[in-house]
């Protein structure tokens, strides 16, 4: 049986739900989410493999104007995402004005010459009649290859899309085993879900300064993974708000975490996990690569 496959992009600004897609899409949990701008920190594949069709998507971190050396390091993986792909994804939300972070976007695409599927996410929030003006907004400002409507939260169109991306396979073989479904080492998928608890559980800018390494990953004989996580934050006063009184605030992250990679990992994992301060990391670039940013 002859293999055909295609590596396709998904673009669009902070929050307008490209993590949510492409676990859908994948049809399991490997980018988290979260109600938080810029979750997304670094670009990850998901790999949907059917009969003889491989779609690899990768999800970019929201296009955003940078305040940290991070934050150029986020907006440069969505603008080297874009390039060499054999389709790309605009995933926007049902409003029929084109802002400058959309505008910027479909520059980056026009340059890449590649076919560009609109997919306007979030319909369960209106209307059906007010998409046609959101279609013809984005309609007279770029030729796109095909208009999807979906809602990632429910999955509604996720079927539709993913005809509307298999069109653009090639001949070649699969690019990944076809029973992978990320190409994010398993540490990374850890330190990731740890991340997305404190996203959740944490207020205002505290969960944007924390990063998590992962010390240690092991597996015991028996199968139980024992992990070692530590959570660095940015001033004293975020490392008492994640410990929290008692601890309570670092053990709801922590048993929240363990939890989901449990799930992931298919079996029992040991998590501990532990806080340290590391001041203005987000602007120093050793740490940024040290956190596997790079």
Known sequence: MSQKSAMITIVGRPNVGKSTLINHLVGEKIAIVSHKPQTTRNRICGIVTHDDTQLVFVDTPGFHKPRTRLGDYMNNVVHDSVADVDAA????????????????????LR????????????????????????????????????????????????????????????????????????????????????REKLLWNLEREIPHGTAVEITKFSERDSGVIDIDATIYCEKASHKGIIIGKNGSMLKKISTEAREDCERFMGTKVFLQTWVKVKENWRDSQTMIRNFGYE
Do not use: W
């Open 89 to 108: 994804l605009l995933l926007v939300e049902p409003v029929a004005h084109i802002g400058p972070q959309e505008e910027e976007l479909l520059g980056q």
């Open 111 to 194: 340059a890449a010459h590649a076919p560009v599927i609109l997919v306007i996410n979030k319909i369960d929030t209106v209307e059906k009649e007010n998409l046609l003006a959101v279609i013809a907004a984005y309609a007279a400002k770029f030729e796109f290859d095909a208009v999807v409507p979906v809602s990632a939260k429910f999955g509604d169109g996720i079927p539709d899309l993913l005809r509307e991306c298999a069109r653009h396979a090639a001949d070649s073989p699969f690019l990944f085993p076809d029973d992978m479904t990320t190409d994010q080492p398993e540490r990374q998928v850890m330190a990731e879900i740890i």
